[in-house]
């Protein structure tokens, strides 16, 4: 079965600094990873997605995350962090034992310092 | 225009009473989900449906049963309402069951059982 942890459920950065969000996965087969990000209040949107294709992966507001195989990880970075990053940030796996079902982590909470 | 639009988006009942919560996406889509978010923001799947035909059923108690009038439509009614049903409960669409589909998420509903 897949699962993905996520290590710390609450990070801090100061604005301009570098964030790093870490996602292991657990999968018997090659995994489809997702990030995605939820603002106070609403809804989850997707950051960024890996499909088995090139493995650094570039996503909206200048979020990037890494497949390391040898590390079954998919770490989500960004280099300089701004106020408008705080939020609730949760990488996924999708189930490729039968529908598209995903499992989320437990979600890691981003503060960013002005 | 909402992509994925629930309703209502806030719920607050008694324990005991039966209530429904409305889905509905724009995109095109052919399937469609619903999950739980609990207090401590963990998410898990519900149900998914394709087609209209429903193709997951996670380990929920029966008192919730999805309804699809159409592929545009999933509706979430649950019945006998108990205090551990308090969550906040998304619905999500994607253009089809391939693993590799994006998910697209509604605002949620917060329903909240006294």
């Known amino acids: 079965a897949q699962s993905v942890t996520q290590l710390g459920s609450h990070v801090s950065v100061s604005e301009g600094a570098l964030v790093l969000l870490r996602c292991n996965y657990s999968?018997?087969?090659?995994?489809?990873l997702f990030w995605y990000v939820q603002y106070p209040n609403q809804g989850l949107q997707l950051l960024l997605k890996y499909t088995s294709a090139a493995t650094l992966v570039k996503g909206i507001n200048g979020f990037e995350a890494e497949f390391k195989k040898s590390e079954t990880s998919f770490h989500l970075t960004k280099p300089s962090a701004h106020m408008s990053d705080a939020a609730e940030y949760f990488c996924?796996?999708?189930?490729?034992?039968?529908?598209?079902?995903?499992?989320f982590g437990t979600g890691t909470r981003l503060t960013v310092i002005p | 225009d909402t992509a994925v639009s629930q309703t209502p988006k806030y719920l607050v009942t008694q324990m005991g009473n039966d209530k429904s919560i409305k889905c509905e996406q724009n995109l095109g889509h052919d399937t469609m989900y619903w999950y739980k978010q609990d207090s401590k923001k963990f998410l898990k799947i519900m149900f998914s449906y394709n087609n209209k035909e429903l193709i997951i059923n996670e380990t929920v108690p029966n008192r919730f049963s999805p309804k699809s009038p159409d592929k545009a439509h999933l509706n979430l009614h649950i019945n006998s309402l108990e205090l551990g049903d308090s969550a906040v409960y998304f619905c999500?669409?994607?253009?089809?069951?391939?693993?590799?589909?994006?998910?697209?998420f509604g605002p949620g509903t917060r329903l909240t059982v006294l």
């Open positions: 999500a669409s994607s253009r089809s069951r391939l693993w590799a589909d994006t998910q697209y």
């Open positions: 996924a796996v999708s189930d490729v034992t039968g529908a598209n079902n995903l499992f």
């Open positions: 999968s018997s087969v090659p995994p489809y």
